[in-house]
């Protein structure tokens, strides 16, 4: 077993994530009407329909599968990733978890995807800006660089979909299942290591 680093920013209480999240939401949503006014520039369009579910469903898998691999092959990522979970997540408790799903994965997705692509020309090139951009978002810590990366791939992922289906419902879907089902889990294999330290 390994023994995680101490988070070099001060742990934060239930409520305070909350807050976090709560405004982090508001600011980007604010950011996203501001930059869609200022630039007029045209969100790109969320439709739901059978197809971009099935599309944000096996995103989300792809995602989430693909976290696990590196997460267990890249030990540099993994004590990153536990740190910065352990700092969000654990002060959390499971109906929060909705909320940690639902704020990021709208409020970033209509930032990053929805006005930035469009913004920057909605091309590759568009999705690797906002892509590096939502990766330094992730940023906690000067020792966080691999989340950071990790998040970039994600951004990217998620971006270059959102591309090719023309629809920010599927990004969206995709973000908030991943931040579901990935804080779940680590909830769940990281419940008795967190018992035991309370």
């Known amino acids: 077993m390994t023994n ?61 599968l693909a976290s696990s691999i590196v997460y267990r092959l890249w030990a540099a990522y993994r004590q990153s990733a536990d740190i910065y979970l352990e700092l969000v997540i654990k002060p959390l408790i499971w109906p929060d978890l909705i909320w940690l799903g639902l ?8 930032l990053f995807r929805g006005v930035m692509l469009p913004a920057l020309g909605l091309n590759t090139f568009a999705v690797i800006v906002s892509s590096i951009i939502f990766g330094i978002l992730h940023l906690s810590g000067a ?3 691999p989340y950071v990366v990790w998040a970039t791939i994600v951004g990217f992922a998620l971006g270059y979909t959102a591309l090719i289906t023309g629809n920010l419902f599927v990004p969206i879907l995709a973000h908030v299942i991943t931040n579901l089902v990935s804080s779940s889990l680590w909830k769940i294999t990281h419940r008795n290591l967190l018992n035991s330290n309370q």
């Open 143 to 145: 020792g966080q660089w």
């Open 4 to 64: 995680l680093k101490p988070p070099e920013i001060e742990p934060l209480s239930r409520s305070q994530i909350l807050i976090v999240m709560g405004v982090t939401a508001v600011v980007l949503l604010l950011i996203t009407k501001i930059w869609q006014k200022l630039g007029s520039v045209q969100l790109l369009p969320a439709e739901i329909s059978i197809e971009a579910i099935i599309w944000g469903i096996g995103l989300a898998v792809v995602i989430t």
């Open 103 to 110: 704020l990021p994965g709208l409020s970033e997705e209509l």
